[in-house]
């Protein structure tokens, strides 16, 4: 009697770890997406930001590394320091140099200076402003770490943790994904309105995106 119940007990355990982030579980392609809670749904964000960020932020140089289109230090489209109190990201003790930064706070006052995030990453933002969203509409984030030389060489999506969690301001590790380099290539080759359609072949969690005329149909 004794084992059947540990075998379930580690059983329900195996289970709920297979459907629970944590940062270094790392989404390989865009279909790793589909069941994630991050940008998922009206009014969350994550999904245009981390399009953006694919899209429109970073680069690839001759050796393949990641170079930041702005210095995230300077404070361009609202980047910060993170400084990972919390420890929800790898330590960074034993990197000299190395540091974190995070993207993708919509309120006004985080975009003191600099250029702004695109439209098309406020647009659900600002159309739930009137509507008692419960800061459902500013939770979704992106965190890199920067080289001593100023790449970027890892990326993690994440999100604060539903209000009514008494959290404050904490990241929630079990929606803390490591983003692969193949994913973010991947991204970055497609329009936007197809990484969407690619996301909805396996939901039906409405989401609005403007098609853009004379676009042919992806490879699904």
């Known amino acids: 009697m004794g084992h059947t119940r540990f075998l379930c007990i580690l059983l329900l355990a195996l289970s709920l770890a297979s459907v629970s982030g944590r940062p270094e579980d790392t ?6 997406l589909v069941d994630k809670d991050f940008g998922r749904r009206f009014p969350r964000h994550g999904r245009n930001l981390l399009y953006w960020f694919c899209r429109e932020y970073i680069k690839f140089d001759n050796n393949g590394k990641m170079q930041p289109t702005k210095d995230p230090e300077d404070g361009e489209f609202g980047f910060h320091y993170y400084g990972n109190r919390e420890y929800l990201l790898p330590s960074l003790h034993n990197q000299r140099w190395y540091d974190y930064y995070v993207v993708g706070n919509l309120n006004e006052e985080n975009f003191p200076w600099g250029e702004r995030l695109p439209n098309y990453v ?20 992106i965190i890199v770490r920067i080289t001593p030389d100023g790449a970027i060489d890892r990326v993690y999506i994440t999100q604060h943790y539903d209000i009514n969690s008494n959290r404050g301001s904490q990241y929630d590790p079990d929606n803390t994904y490591r983003i692969s380099t193949d994913l973010i290539r991947a991204i970055r080759n497609i329009p936007r309105e197809w990484f969407f359609l690619r996301l909805s072949q396996r939901t039906r969690v409405p989401y609005a995106v403007c098609g853009r005329s004379g676009d042919n149909e992806p490879d699904l």
Do not use: A, G, H, T
């Open 27 to 32: 989404l390989e392609k865009i279909e790793d």
């Open 122 to 141: 406020l647009e659900e933002f600002r159309r739930s402003m009137n509507l008692n969203s419960q800061d459902e509409n500013n939770r979704d984030r």
